[in-house]
Each structure stands twice: as C-alpha cells, then as structure tokens.
C-alpha cells in the first residue's frame, strides 16, 4: 500500500519549497565514507533542520537505511517494521522487503498501525531524497524503549544486516531534552551525548533516569549503537548540536537537538 505523507507541517508540502528548504540546510563537507549509525533529529525543519542537514550530508550512499524512530502515539506494535510504500512531496520510498524478510521476528512485528500519524521515520525521508539516489529503507517505530529491548531490536537489525551483505546504514531518529532552559538542556544533552559518542549504552540509560533527561527516541539510539558497533563501529563525532532557541531566539524553554555520526 502507498503511505500518504503525515508530517506535512513538518516540512514543506510544495517540491519546490522542500528542496530549497533542505538545500539551505545542507553544507559542503566530506562524506563519512565508513559511517555505520546516525542520530538525526526529527523536528520541523525549521528548528531541526541545520543539524539534520549536517548529518545527510556527511552520510555515504547505502543499499538500505534502517531508520529507527520512537512512537509517540502509542499505537499498534511495541516494536514494528512498516512495509508500505512511503510516499512524500519529493517521490515514493520503497521499503527493502528482502531485508523484512531476513528480520528474525522475535521482538520487531510487521504492523503498519504503529506508524500511522508518526512522523519521527517520515520527516528523514525527504533529506534522503534530496542527498541519495537508488536506496530502500527499513522503517522501524518503537514504543517499548527499555533497554533490554533495545539490545534485541539491535541484534536483530544486525543479523539481518549481515544475511544481506548489502551497504547498511542505521539512523536513530532522535530529539532531545524537552522544554528546558537552553543552559539546562545543554548540560543534560551533553551528558547523554558523551555517553553515547562512547558507545555505552547502559550508562546513557543511567543518566537519562538520573537527570530525566527527556530524550524522544533513546531506545532508537541503543538499538543503532548496539547494532552498529557488532558490524564493526568503533569511533563517532558529533557534527552539530543546537536549540529551539537558535531558530526562535527564545531560551527559555528549548528542544534540545543532536547530529552524531558513528563509525
């Protein structure tokens, strides 16, 4: 079935506008050829998109992309791989049913209503159209964002990875802290982020309870971490990290939004 776009809002619905809207966002950088695992925030583009940007434009072309976002519906599935078409004002996304297909099942069902009204999967694809050619995703939602979970989701995405002997790249779809002041947000993100440019995963966990860190889509980033470091990452950098506040010029209550690149 073709998936009608649902983030509209989020982005711009005209072609046109979508593509200069996401060409202003992109700079002139060397690709991470090597890259294995993103975190890519999911915001509307005008508060997310220079750090998103940053990100696609590091990323090499891949085969397939493995885009994990969270549920923030709590609809269908814990853990669901959607295999529709997607369909957004630049064109329609194929999903790498093969891939699917190597998916052991034991914790990521196929469900489409999971997906319906999110847009933390849908708000990435418009970027990959504009940066890469010739690819098929693997969209991912999850609501069940514990840990242990997370490792699975990982594992599984992993094993897939390595049946397909295809170029992999997993993005983790990802905000930050919340509405908190920018000073605040800062100090809580860089916690997390430290954690995460380290590859440990428990420890991130740690911190998010200790601070309440209100990151969206950490189970996301687990399952990326996890997945990517068993396929041999080994180094990450951050490419960009800012605010709300540098769109609106408000600091007082900010989304907090990180670009990372691993591999």
């Known amino acids: 079935m073709l998936r009608s776009p649902t983030a509209i809002g989020f982005y711009q619905g005209n072609p046109d506008d979508l593509e200069k809207s996401i060409k ?35 990323l090499p072309h891949a085969d397939t992309y493995v885009i994990l976002g969270p549920n923030h519906t709590g ?49 990435q694809l418009p970027f990959l159209q504009y940066t890469q050619k010739d690819f098929k995703i693997v969209p991912i939602c999850i609501s069940n964002q514990y840990e242990e979970t997370a490792l699975k989701i990982g594992e599984e995405i992993m094993e897939a990875a390595q049946k397909s002997r295809k170029k992999v790249i997993i993005i983790a779809s990802s905000d930050f802290t919340h509405y908190q002041p920018a000073n605040i947000a800062h100090e809580k993100d860089m916690s997390v982020i430290n954690a995460i440019l380290d590859f440990d995963i428990h420890k991130m966990y740690s911190i998010l309870y200790e601070l309440n860190a209100t990151v969206c889509g950490y189970g996301a980033i687990a399952a990326m971490l996890y997945a990517a470091k068993k396929l041999g990452a ?5 490419l960009d990290y800012s605010t709300s506040g540098d769109a609106t010029g408000d600091n007082s209550s900010v989304v907090g939004y990180a670009g990372i690149i691993v591999e």
């Open 75 to 123: 609809m269908g599935s814990q853990v669901a791989v959607s295999t529709d078409v997607w369909a957004t004002p630049l064109g329609d996304v194929y999903v790498d049913q093969d891939f699917v297909n190597m998916l052991p099942g034991n914790v990521i069902d196929c469900d489409e209503i999971a997906h319906l009204g999110e847009h933390s999967i849908e708000v």
């Open 234 to 238: 080994s180094t990450s950098e951050l």
């Open 24 to 58: 202003q966002s992109i700079p002139d950088i060397s690709k991470h050829e090597n890259a294995l695992g993103a975190v890519v925030p999911h915001a509307g583009y005008i508060y997310s998109g220079r750090t998103a940007g940053r990100v696609y434009a590091a």
